[in-house]
């Protein structure tokens, strides 16, 4: 119990309410009681403001109902507790029922005795003599909340006090509980028009946010804005419903990917869905990112051992939803960014650090070697490469896909070929090597290893043309009957593209072609699709730009 003039410290989210000498003058059980009107109003002001109303009072629940119906304020409440046993308890339930603080709770009660016991239960909670004058608590700068008119959070409540009252009255333990739920999330990536719902569960959310990275000025908001359209930044706006009703927009994360390193810069939700798993479920779908989590949190990350109540609905507008078609993603970083908003089933070979080196996908020698040639190839094994593990998962995942998705630019612009291994002088197998790959293996004790078995070729447009053509003919012959694949082009519309133009026309005439002569092959034209205020470098777009691209791959059938 706060023991300052002013005990109210903190954003309130709850108030409970006694009734009797508190919210009404009088004792219901022994006569008539005397409505005060400014008490009912103030009910009605703080819902409209975003703020919980319930109601925890030593009075017979049917009486005490009856008579709330009869002031048209009833519905007003959330979780009330009303019987003759002890408040402290029950008001601890209370809170953790609705998964709030208690020191974002007030207490109001004309009996000093129950105030006492409220906060010797709920250490942190705010308690005030009911008994006064109560007008003042609407003027108080911690009770502004904001406007919520709709009732909108009101409703939500509603859910889980319905949810709870069911989960209670089965018996069922939580787990077994959710199961029976059918709890859907849909993750919306095109959220610019809801930005304040971003700020909100950014700056407000404690309980279940889990890096608490606060953005309070109008430069952090800018900056964060800004970071949002830098390539390798992802984010989401989560919306969750189940069988009792619809959330709203519960969670938001802020992912950052660089060459296949991830990281949780933002990860928030609202207590709402305390106990659900679904922040577990959108951490395991972003691949369990690094996160450094700043305390204190209301559960870990991980708090199920085998979760599977949470699924992906088909609600998202312009977002991530489950698909029953399985994705084979094959290139360089463009498709490392688009993977994201491509659904969970989806496999991907694309640009990972090895060792502190670039290792690359988007080379013909990866498509065309003859696999079972570089199953235990020492000389393959001795450099920072893609390995003979790999080859085989891509050919698996080539047979089972729906959709192929490949970027092959980088091998039309690249230099390092080298040949090596077979019987024939100079090698047989391919490989194209990334500039930072070969620096590496130059400057190490591998160099001589690789002066002698490795062989460079200087190969022309015409020869990398050829090559590339190869690999998209054993896509096309390996892939699983009536997939379709797509093949992104090279962006032409960055100043910075003007130097690499000499290739880029190239390879996207080629890949034109290529499409133009086998229908089940889509040509995927980053210029015509994505807005040139969208392609950030020569190699890059925007966040808005990587959706625009998936969302292509998703709409064709």
């Known amino acids: 119990m706060k023991d300052s003039i002013d005990p109210i410290q903190t954003g309130v989210k709850l108030v409970i309410w006694d009734l009797d000498e508190t919210f009404w003058k009088g004792t219901l059980s022994e006569g008539g009681i005397s409505p005060i009107q400014d008490n009912i109003d ?80 709920n250490d942190t909670i705010m308690c005030i003599d009911g008994a006064q004058d109560l007008r003042w608590l609407l003027d108080h700068p911690h009770l502004q909340g904001k406007d ?162 949470v699924s992906f609905g088909d609600d998202s507008d312009l977002g991530v939803t489950e698909s029953t078609e399985s994705v084979c993603l094959v290139g360089g970083c463009d498709l490392l960014q688009a993977s994201f908003y491509l659904g969970a089933k989806r496999s991907e070979f694309v640009n990972f650090v090895k060792d502190g080196s670039v290792v690359r996908y988007d080379d013909p020698g990866f498509f065309l070697n003859p696999r079972e040639a570089m199953k235990n190839n020492t000389l393959l094994e001795s450099i920072l490469s893609w390995t003979y593990d790999d080859m085989v998962a891509f050919d698996d995942s080539m047979a089972q896909s729906d959709r192929l998705v490949i970027s092959l630019y980088q091998a039309m612009a690249g230099q390092n070929y080298f040949t090596f291994g077979g019987r024939e002088f100079g090698g047989e197998h391919l490989i194209h090597l990334p500039p930072q790959a070969l620096k590496a293996i130059l400057a190490g004790p591998r160099s001589i290893l690789f002066a002698k078995r490795f062989f460079h070729r200087n190969y022309s447009l015409d020869d990398k043309s050829a090559l590339i053509k190869r690999a998209l003919e054993r896509v096309r012959d390996t892939k699983k009957p009536g997939a379709a694949a797509y093949l992104i082009s090279a962006g032409t519309l960055n100043p910075e593209t003007a130097r690499s133009m000499p290739f880029r026309e190239p390879y996207n005439e080629l890949c034109r072609a290529f499409c133009q002569e086998n229908p089940e092959f889509t040509y995927l034209d980053v210029d015509r699709l994505i807005d040139a205020q969208h392609h950030v470098d020569a190699q890059h777009f925007s966040r808005l730009g990587y959706f625009a691209m998936a969302e292509f791959i998703q709409s064709r059938n």
């Open 148 to 309: 919520d008119t709709t009732h909108s959070r009101l409703k939500q409540y509603q859910i889980l006090q319905d949810k709870t009252a069911e989960q209670d009255s089965k018996g069922l333990s939580n787990v077994e509980f959710l199961r029976q739920s059918d709890v859907r999330v849909s993750i919306v990536t095109d959220f610019d028009d809801k930005m304040d719902r971003v700020f909100e569960l950014i700056n407000r959310t404690n309980q279940l946010n889990f890096t608490k990275s606060r953005l309070t000025t109008d430069e952090e908001r800018a900056h964060f804005v800004a970071e949002l359209q830098r390539p390798g930044v992802h984010a989401g706006l989560i919306h969750a419903k189940d069988r009792f009703g619809d959330y709203g927009y519960i969670g938001f994360f802020q992912y950052v990917l660089r060459s296949g390193q991830t990281r949780l810069e933002h990860f928030a939700f609202s207590c709402r869905t305390l106990n659900m798993g679904i922040e577990q479920f959108i951490f395991e779908f972003l691949g369990e990112p690094d996160i450094k989590i700043v305390g204190p949190v209301a559960n870990e990350i991980k708090s199920f051992d085998d979760m599977d109540w």
């Open 42 to 121: 103030m009910v009605r002001a703080l819902v409209n403001r975003g703020i919980m109303c319930s109601i925890c009072s030593k009075n017979d629940f049917a009486d005490a109902k009856s008579k709330l119906e009869e002031l048209g304020i009833f519905d007003q409440f959330v979780f009330p507790f009303i019987d003759w046993t002890p408040k402290g308890q029950a008001i601890k339930s209370m809170i953790a029922a609705m998964g709030l603080r208690a020191e974002n709770v007030i207490f109001l009660d004309d009996n000093h005795m129950n105030l006492q016991e409220a906060a010797f239960f």
